[in-house]
């Protein structure tokens, strides 16, 4: 099924670093979102972004849903060691047969080296 | 942000038998629940779509007689997989609507089929 892009694939960093990571459609999503997944775990929502080119931030966190409505980014600013895990965008079908249906990213590996 | 749980959280089954997982919100009110698969380091992929008090609606490729879901209340939602097979072996999650459609995860239900 349909994929958005999202990079990097994975990331290996150290703590205090800056991180930035895309996704980007080649269909329009009225709705954003960004997850992150430990191992074992379901994803936890970070951030939703409802509006095209909102920027919305939680905490060290930082994402943008694109103005196309095609594209996001997350930041994260200030790494610690527990930001570790895979981190996930999803847009939301809003209509029809595409209502209320994520379409995910591949996600993106983050290690964080103390 | 909402509580979506999941049970068991792990299962181990011989092939052949049938597994029931359960998916609840609780603290909110879920006319719509996902159910998702996710093989080790991949995105997670949509099974079907969960429909409180009508038929699950069910992506292609997915069996739906293999996968039998029901949406028995609107904070309730099960995934039986029947005659599993060691190829069914995977980690289920569900998901569920809450406000402002940002979806909430449960915790995933691992599942491992000797």
């Known amino acids: 099924g349909q994929q958005l892009n999202q990079s990097p694939q994975s990331m290996f960093i150290q703590e205090g670093e800056d991180v930035s990571m895309n996704c980007t459609s080649s269909?329009?999503?009225?709705?954003w979102l960004w997850y992150k997944q430990d191992p074992g775990e379901g994803p936890v929502l970070l951030i939703a972004?409802?509006?095209?080119?909102e920027l919305t931030s939680n905490g060290r966190l930082t994402a943008q849903f694109g103005i196309t409505r095609k594209d996001s980014f997350l930041n994260i600013s200030a790494s610690i060691p527990s930001d570790v895990g895979i981190y996930f965008c999803?847009?939301?079908?809003?209509?029809?047969?595409?209502?209320?249906?994520?379409?995910f990213g591949q996600g993106t590996i983050l290690t964080v080296h103390p | 942000g909402a509580v979506v749980s999941q049970h068991p959280s792990w299962v181990i089954c011989k092939s052949g038998t049938s597994v029931k997982i359960e998916c609840r919100s609780l603290?909110?009110?879920?006319?719509?629940m996902f159910w998702y698969r996710q093989f080790p380091k991949q995105s997670l992929m949509l099974m079907a779509t969960s429909n409180e008090g009508s038929k699950a609606t069910y992506e292609q490729g997915v069996e739906k007689d293999k996968f039998l879901i029901n949406h028995a209340s609107l904070t309730l939602s099960t995934l039986t997989v029947t005659s599993a097979h060691p190829e069914d072996s995977s980690f289920y999650i569900c998901s569920a609507f809450s406000d402002r459609f940002s979806q909430y995860f449960g915790p995933g239900t691992r599942l491992l089929v000797l």
């Open positions: 603290d909110f009110q879920a006319t719509t």
């Open positions: 999803a847009g939301l079908g809003a209509g029809g047969t595409s209502y209320g249906k994520l379409t």
């Open positions: 972004l409802y509006k095209a080119g």
């Open positions: 269909s329009i999503f009225n709705t």
